[in-house]
């Protein structure tokens, strides 16, 4: 270890851009590790927030919430606690002078259902035609008495309400009851047991008996596995992180190789002088981990910096425990990459080394 550190003092330039080699890679790690969580969080905070266990879609609908067509008759094929109804609508939100247009995911339930969320300003819905908007959406500028459409329909709504940030698959939520958000889709049928929704949502249910109805249960996160799009692009990125891993695992076994091959002679000093194989493989490492500690630590407050200025749109999630993880990943390639010269280290024959 003294050995290792001694010559990093005297070697500041030449360690110092490994670091920063590290610090980039590092960076790059974080980056799309913060924007994949974000991704992530976007299409399924709505659903996450229910704190629900199942979904029930149609069995043909392929596990897609949009696909899938039910009645609110349907729940006469379940039983158990917390069982709601949902009705779902993608569509552009927009004021009646279209100054505001915004994509959102409209979601309907009973006015007394779980899946409604906690008012923080404003009041639940306890009318016909009124609206919940997500605290993303009052902050574009939609606020509370204001009127509003949703898809091309000319069915006005009127914002009664507001809660926390909530997204579906990346757009703000709005939500209401399911006959307002059967009127705002142009259905023929908006009262009784007849109605259309597109899913039931249940804390504790099961069925009631054998025959299910053309019901399909899935768990909540087999439902969000299967939102478009949500495990391709979890994987794509994923599979982005793990080849940063083997690169920096390379740069490093790149670097401590060339260094060894430029260093034999000093090695073999070093082995007539009876320092052996394992302490020169210790500085080798020393100086490995030191670097990626340094290039990690500095590449996790530059994400922190960054993730402050970033535009509230782009959406950023840091995820400490798996930034923890990968920085021991680093790490871990960091040690490896330098182990890879200890083949060359041992091979150092001092008589030749030296000349």
């Given at each position: 270890?003294?050995?290792?550190?001694?010559?990093?003092?005297?070697?500041?330039?030449?360690?110092?851009?490994?670091?920063?080699?590290?610090?980039?890679?590092?960076?790059?790690?974080?980056?799309?590790?913060?924007?994949?969580?974000?991704?992530?969080?976007?299409?399924?905070?709505?659903?996450d927030q229910w704190n629900a266990q199942n979904v029930y879609l149609n069995k043909d609908a392929n596990k897609?919430?949009?696909?899938?067509?039910?009645?609110?008759?349907?729940?006469?094929?379940?039983?158990?606690?917390?069982?709601?109804p949902?009705?779902?609508l993608s569509g552009t939100l927009r004021t009646t002078n279209n100054k505001l247009k915004t994509t959102t995911s409209a979601l309907g339930t009973t006015r007394d259902s779980f899946l409604m969320p906690t008012v923080l300003t404003g009041h639940q819905i306890n009318g016909k035609n009124q609206l919940l908007i997500s605290a993303a959406l009052k902050d574009k500028g939609y606020r509370l008495g204001q009127k509003v459409q949703i898809g091309t329909t000319d069915q006005k709504v009127t914002i009664v309400g507001t809660y926390a940030a909530s997204t579906y698959s990346i757009a703000p939520t709005v939500y209401t009851d399911v006959s307002t958000l059967n009127r705002l889709k142009g259905s023929p049928i908006t009262s009784g047991d007849q109605q259309p929704i597109n899913?039931?949502?249940?804390?504790?249910?099961?069925?009631?008996?054998?025959?299910?109805?053309?019901?399909?249960?899935?768990?909540?996160?087999?439902?969000?596995?299967?939102?478009?799009?949500?495990?391709?692009?979890?994987?794509?990125l994923d599979t982005m992180i793990y080849f940063l891993f083997v690169i920096a695992l390379a740069v490093i076994g790149i670097f401590m190789f060339v260094l060894t091959l430029q260093k034999q002679a000093l090695f073999g000093v070093l082995k007539v002088q009876g320092?052996?194989?394992?302490?020169?493989?210790?500085?080798?490492?020393?100086?490995?981990?030191?670097m990626a500690l340094i290039g990690i630590s500095i590449s996790l407050v530059l994400t922190v910096g960054i993730a402050q200025i970033m535009p509230a749109s782009l959406p950023f999630a840091i995820d400490w425990p798996q930034f923890g993880i990968y920085s021991v990943a680093l790490l871990l390639a960091s040690v490896v990459g330098a182990l890879l010269s200890w083949r060359t280290v041992a091979k150092i024959d001092p008589v030749v080394a030296i000349g």
């Open positions: 270890m003294y050995l290792g550190l001694k010559e990093m003092q005297h070697e500041k330039l030449r360690y110092a851009l490994l670091s920063g080699v590290l610090l980039l890679i590092a960076l790059v790690v974080f980056m799309l590790a913060g924007l994949a969580n974000g991704l992530s969080e976007g299409n399924r905070l709505a659903v897609t919430l949009s696909a899938s067509q039910l009645k609110l008759a349907d729940k006469k094929y379940l039983t158990g606690t917390d069982i709601a949902l009705a779902n899913a039931y949502v249940t804390k504790n249910s099961h069925f009631k008996t054998s025959k299910h109805g053309g019901l399909q249960r899935f768990s909540t996160e087999s439902f969000i596995n299967n939102l478009p799009g949500y495990s391709a692009q979890n994987l794509t320092i052996g194989t394992k302490h020169i493989l210790a500085a080798l490492l020393t100086q490995s981990i030191i």
